[in-house]
């Protein structure tokens, strides 16, 4: 009788344990789920309305490309990460991070780059500055602060110093310009202007 009252109660004790523990068990996820880190509505719809007003100030596009054609038959290229338009009429556009290229119909390409753009839609010339770096398909590899680009036919201009490397050594200038050339329909030439220096590296 002793036995099957100890047998008895094990197995009370046993069905009670079957019914708690799993309904402790939901009491520890809830309380998990209640003391986790909870997203506040209204600080989320104040960070929203932050940014949209930020971007009906100041309109941009991400990751922009622009591809087109000189008169010249030119292909060029530009990208950006950031572009912002205008704010007033007449004023230049904004470009951040620029690449671009420029490729004439006898496959001769130039990439430039560049911290920051200007683009003046008035005269289809982008106005690259800070840390521009220009290089092309004849070996040269430079760098200047400024240099203008325009977009209606193959030329560009640097109105400031230029220093890097061409075919034959090393090159310094006061300026630089890519202009067509006139003993040759579809060529170009760079020219440096100022105080040149270049030192000769045979190859």
Known sequence: MTKRRAFDGRSRTVGWLKVTLPLIALGLLSTLFLVSNRIDPDTAVRSSQVDVESRLREPRLTNPTYAGTTTDGSAIT????????????????TTMDVTASITTLAGARTDLRSDKALFNDEKNVLHLTGNVQIADTKGYRLSTETLDANLSRTEYASPGPVKGTGPIGQITANSMALISNPNADGSYLLVFNGRVKLIYQPQ
């Open 78 to 93: 530009i990208q950006a990460t950031e572009a912002r338009s205008a704010q007033k009429t007449g004023a230049p556009s």
